[in-house]
């Protein structure tokens, strides 16, 4: 990402002496927590929902029996989306008992039309059977649960991970700390009853460039500044030396625990810079 912005100095608008915020203007920090449970649950429910019949059409694939005089009762495949979805009771003979078995599996597929099966059983275990049609895409189906339930930990994992980080940084600005100001590229505006939701990307040296996300009241107003020759619009973030998240600053810098003389004093400074 480009971060070598011909942006005004910001150097001496902010007093020298420890600073603490009074509003951090973080958001969606529970919605990620939601996120990751929501996730997490997606991703065990999967698991529930498909693990066992793979693993019982594993077991059949690798001990196979075909059943000749078997029927397929209300067999039918749809495909939506490239997800093929197969549902069939079977009926079938064996050693003298009549059995009953329901299968029900998904697979991905590019194409959709009729499909020529049969009945299969595991040699070992009368009872355990499928059609070869669920063994034939087995690995197709096992690929595309385990990607699934991958994608489902993996955004659970982020998303606490991030939550954990929005915490410590909440945490972190009830102390007094020394603060640089720096610039944040604006990413995102969006209005939800009467707030302004802004993303940010601070533009500070850090191996990672992090979008946040800081929320503003109807009584606030983000600190903005429009740059014509990058057609770029940027906010003041505060900084602090502990590689917690930067805070989005407002205009009239009560997001940090000034006096009204420094308050001033920093609007003036900006002023003059920007004019030069």
């Known amino acids: 990402m480009r ?62 029996l075909i059943i000749e005089d078997a029927t397929i009762l209300n067999g039918n495949c749809r495909t939506k989306k490239m997800i093929t979805d197969c549902k069939a009771t079977l009926s079938y003979r064996y050693e003298g008992e009549n059995k009953l078995k329901s299968v029900d599996f998904s697979f991905l597929s590019l194409s959709s039309g009729d499909y020529e099966t049969d009945v299969v059983m595991q040699k070992t275990n009368p009872n355990n059977a499928t059609l070869t049609l669920a063994l034939d895409e087995f690995w197709n189906r096992l690929s595309v649960g385990v990607a699934l339930v991958g994608i489902m930990i993996g955004t659970s994992i982020l998303s606490i991970k991030r939550f954990v980080l929005i915490s410590r940084s909440i945490s972190a ?97 900006l002023a003059n810079r920007l004019a030069a």
């Open 3 to 64: 971060d070598n912005y011909p942006l005004p100095d910001l150097s001496g608008v902010l007093p020298v002496r420890p600073i603490k915020v009074k509003k951090h203007g973080f958001a969606d920090k529970w919605k990620l927590l939601f996120l990751a449970i929501i996730f997490a649950v997606i991703s065990v429910v999967v698991t529930v929902l498909w693990g066992p019949g793979l693993y019982s059409d594993y077991l059949i694939k690798n001990d196979p």
């Open 173 to 269: 600005t009830k102390t007094n700390s020394m603060l640089q100001l720096c610039w944040a590229k604006i990413t995102s505006r969006k209005k939800s009853m009467g707030r302004v939701k802004l993303g940010y990307t601070p533009l500070v040296t850090h191996p990672k460039k992090r979008t946040i996300l800081s929320s503003f009241a109807k009584n606030e107003v983000p600190y903005l500044y429009y740059d014509e020759k990058s057609d770029e619009t940027f906010g003041l973030v505060a900084v602090r030396a502990d590689n917690t998240l930067p805070v989005l600053l407002d205009d009239q810098f009560e997001r940090l625990e000034l006096t009204p003389a420094e308050c001033a004093s920093a609007g003036q400074v």
